[in-house]
């Protein structure tokens, strides 16, 4: 089997090459490293069967030979990034989809698209289920992600219908662990890289709001799982497990044996104020569930941080 992944050198994407590698296929890489590493492909360059191009799927997507899947996992996904890349965001989520479904129905292949609980925006429905329509504001400061994202599902589907292309949806919720970069600016990787230094963790607003946080090795098996299954609407891939952002915070603290106090910053606009996904679907579908507590997912990322973002700075 011959993969292409967009954002294969990003946070997800380099795992899920990883993965796909371990499974014994080929994998293509085409990364713009906007948001994206080289540091993130150091593990991958050598495996036999990968290839990383440097192109931006938004202005078009070519790769030779035989492709059995394109997985489009091509993003900003950090808030603060694409609220610094609004145009980039939206592109890659309209543009950048179209061109890799284009090469997905060029090749006979399937299309697998990353979406996300930013579909259901500030959710009224509480734990979200995937029949849920959601709550977005179409025209403020998220909506760049949000509604690129909704678009993306909404050609996925269209061309699912007019063209006959194989496609999978993963609804992926909150998802931290190693290689998020560091000054990402997601709550976990912004609290580690304060914990470690000692320096105030900067909660939004009073901390209330809540996420439900997922280790990146179980977001992957859900990926691989929701693959081999025959299905093609939207699934929610992520770990139920709910938390305020202050008890996050605690948490973190405590991971890190550190000295640092929590202080109270200001809100961002939009801020969901609840988010978790209802999972129902996903386990009777892929027979998949998470594994990894917060607290060992925590464990696992600061131990990963403290040694790999060092080794950055030295
Ligand atoms: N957050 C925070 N401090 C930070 C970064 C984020 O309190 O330094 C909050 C953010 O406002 C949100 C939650 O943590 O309520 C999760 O934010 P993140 O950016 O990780 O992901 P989101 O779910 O918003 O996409």
């Known amino acids: 089997m011959r993969a292409v992944v967009t954002g294969g050198a990003g946070f997800l994407g380099s795992h899920l090459c990883a993965r796909l590698l371990d499974e014994g296929w080929q994998v293509v890489s085409v990364d713009s490293l906007l948001t994206g590493s080289d540091a993130n492909l150091e593990g991958l360059r050598d495996r036999p069967g990968f290839d990383a191009l440097h192109a931006d799927v938004s202005r078009g997507l070519s790769v030779g030979g035989e492709i059995d899947w394109v997985f489009h996992f091509a993003s900003p996904a950090s808030p603060p990034d694409y609220l610094r890349n609004p145009i980039a965001t939206l592109d890659v989520g309209s543009l950048g989809t179209r061109n890799a479904l284009e090469l997905a129905r060029a090749k006979g292949a399937g299309f697998y698209l990353a979406s996300t609980s930013e579909v259901y925006g500030d959710p009224q429905v509480h ?30 589907m269209g061309y699912h219908r007019e063209h006959g292309v ?87 603290v405590a991971a890190t044996g550190s000295a640092s106090e929590l202080t109270f910053v200001d809100r961002p606009v939009d801020d969901p104020e609840q988010r978790c996904p209802d999972i129902s679907f996903a386990r009777s579908a892929t027979g998949w569930e998470p594994r990894v507590s917060l607290d060992e997912g925590l464990r696992h990322t600061v131990a990963w941080a403290a040694a790999a973002w060092a080794a950055a700075v030295g």
């Open 127 to 156: 734990p979200q289920p995937e029949s849920y329509w959601g709550n977005v504001n179409p025209v403020g400061p998220r909506s760049v992600y949000d509604e690129a994202k909704r678009f993306a599902e909404a050609l996925t």
């Open 166 to 252: 194989p496609v999978r949806i993963v609804r992926i919720f909150n998802t931290y662990g190693p290689r998020m970069r560091r000054g990402d600016g997601r709550a976990v990787p912004t609290f580690i890289e304060q914990a470690l230094a000692g320096e105030p963790l900067t909660v939004h607003g009073d901390g209330s709001q809540t996420r439900s946080l997922c280790f990146v090795d179980d977001l992957i098996e859900g990926i691989w799982r929701l693959l081999n299954a025959p299905v093609t609407g939207p699934v929610n891939v992520g770990n139920p497990e709910e938390v305020t952002i202050r008890e996050l915070a605690e948490r973190i």
